[in-house]
Nanobody, 124 residues
Framework: VQLQASGGGLVQAGGSLRLACVAS????????MAWFRQAPGKERQFVAA??????SHADSVKGRFTISRDIAKNTIYLQMNYLKPEDTAVYYC????????????????????WGQGTQVTVSS
């Protein structure tokens, strides 16, 4: 399984970006897919997840970021609005064949597959 992330770039504070992550197999039509991010010198942290029961978002991005999924295209998206400099990080998509319960979706170890990451830089 391969995950291909795209859509990162340089944007000014207050701007928007849309990330996309395509999975190479339709196995993930009924599983959990998520976005994580890692800033320089920091641990990788949960951003948002899409599972069969719905979606969840980290408190730091609620109201600004929205995860969505196109099952037909085996793709998840992360719409990022009102970006802040502290959102600067490499964003990774992750996936698993398991439909995780919400409390587990934030756990890096719960995911079996990871994309290569896409850089998001927000200037002040």
């Amino acid at each position: 399984v391969q995950l291909q992330a795209s859509g990162g770039g340089l944007v000014q504070a207050g701007g928007s970006l849309r990330l996309a992550c395509v999975a190479s197999t339709r196995t993930f039509s009924y599983s959990t897919m998520a976005w994580f991010r890692q800033a320089p010198g920091k641990e990788r942290q949960f951003v948002a997840a899409s599972r069969r029961g719905g979606t969840s978002h980290a408190d730091s991005v609620k109201g600004r970021f929205t995860i969505s999924r196109d099952i037909a295209k085996n793709t998840i998206y992360l719409q990022m609005n009102y970006l802040k400099p502290e959102d600067t990080a490499v964003y990774y998509c992750a996936a698993t064949t398991k439909n995780l319960i919400t409390s587990v979706t934030t756990d890096l170890g719960a995911y079996d597959f990871w994309g290569q990451g896409t850089q998001v830089t927000v200037s002040s």
